[in-house]
């Protein structure tokens, strides 16, 4: 049996599964399509996109990507609510939600790692150097005004000697 010849094709309300099958892009002279209320899930294969339909109902499924091109027209409105999934150009007035605002999102992010990484380095850079610089247990600490260096010691030391000599002459 073939379907090549069919000009129109119901199957509403009929909780078909799986994919909308390609090959009912193959059947040229179908004006009609009908497959709303089921629980046809995945994306429109392309074949899709060789019809030439009059009426189109996918509503009430379970269908997910972009809404293929050829679809994308005022006629078809309706045509794709009950999908979640399912987006579309905002210029055809679709009644599914915007597929440049999925990319905005990602656009959103990209934009906010940009800027976040780098805040949360400065951060992160300016604590080590606090710990560095106020540490007592570091040299740079010492060099602050932590705990005197051996050196300093000796230093200090050195100067008190030499003003002891010097106050004893």
């Given at each position: 049996?073939s379907?090549?010849?069919l000009?129109e094709?119901?199957l ?11 090959w ?8 009609s399509l009908?497959?709303?209320?089921n629980?046809l899930?995945g994306?429109f294969?392309p ?11 996918v509503?009430g499924?379970h269908?997910s990507?972009?809404i ?19 987006c ?7 009644r599914v939600?915007?597929c440049?605002?999925?990319k905005g ?9 940009i ?6 380095a400065?951060i ?6 606090y ?5 007592t247990?570091?040299?740079?600490s010492n060099?602050f ?7 300093e010691?000796?230093?200090q ?9 010097s106050?004893e002459?």
């Amino acid at each position: 049996m073939s379907l090549t010849l069919l000009s129109e094709l119901n199957l509403a309300n009929n909780q078909l599964t799986g994919e909308i099958p390609a090959w009912l892009g193959s059947m040229s002279i179908l004006n009609s399509l009908d497959l709303s209320n089921n629980l046809l899930e995945g994306e429109f294969p392309p074949e899709l996109g060789n019809l030439t339909l009059v009426i189109f109902n996918v509503s009430g499924n379970h269908l997910s990507g972009s809404i293929p091109y050829t679809f994308q027209v005022s006629a078809f409105k309706d045509s794709f609510l009950g999908n979640p999934n399912l987006c579309g150009d905002p210029a055809f007035k679709l009644r599914v939600r915007s597929c440049s605002s999925t990319k905005g999102h990602g656009l959103l992010h990209h934009y906010l790692v940009i800027i976040l990484v780098p805040i949360v380095a400065i951060i992160m850079f300016s604590c080590l150097i606090y710990v560095a610089c106020f540490n007592t247990n570091t040299r740079v600490s010492n060099f602050f005004g932590g705990k005197p260096t051996s050196w300093e010691i000796y230093y200090q030391a050195r100067l008190q000697m030499e003003e002891h000599t010097s106050s004893e002459r």
